[in-house]
């Protein structure tokens, strides 16, 4: 059999994609028996960490649009993992519960693993400089956006 060559392999964005994609997969697999969607376990994290946030901000935090927000938040709190409070007049808080609280632990201890798993790949250095670059190509796309 043939080995091909595969010019794509000289591409930042085909890389980055095909990392993503090994990186998601071991991340499902370590929480597949939490029934959460990466989207949801990011988003009953952030409101952990982050007790009495809007909803708005969440999504602002996680980048993902006000619409898409709806449907996760509203599964966290049929779950009991998230409950809403009024702040005031119009304004809605959430908080995690103590099962929400309980969750997001059990997330954490598994998310460490599963960073070990590859962080133990790249030398400090290595790791370093990758944690540095991924921001700012993350932010040249930001800037991108608002500039066109």
Not at 42 to 68: F, H, M, W, Y
Not at 82 to 107: F, N, P, Q
């Amino acid at each position: 059999m043939a080995i091909l060559t595969n010019t794509l392999d000289n591409l930042l964005g085909y890389q980055m994609r095909r990392t993503t994609a090994v990186l998601m997969a071991d991340f499902v697999r370590t929480l597949a028996d939490f029934d959460m969607r990466p989207a949801e376990i990011t988003t009953l994290l952030v409101i952990a960490e982050n007790p009495d946030c809007s909803q708005s901000e969440v999504g602002e935090a996680i980048a993902i649009k006000r619409a898409n927000m709806v449907p996760i938040i509203a599964r966290l709190i049929e779950r009991g993992l998230v409950a809403r409070t009024r702040v005031d007049g119009r304004s809605l808080a959430l908080r995690v519960t103590e099962d929400g609280a309980k969750l997001a632990a059990e997330a954490w201890r598994r998310i460490a693993a599963h960073e070990a798993r590859f962080c133990e790949r790249l030398d400090p250095g290595e790791l370093r400089t990758v944690l540095e670059v991924l921001p700012v190509l993350r932010a040249a796309s930001a800037s991108d956006e608002t500039e066109g």
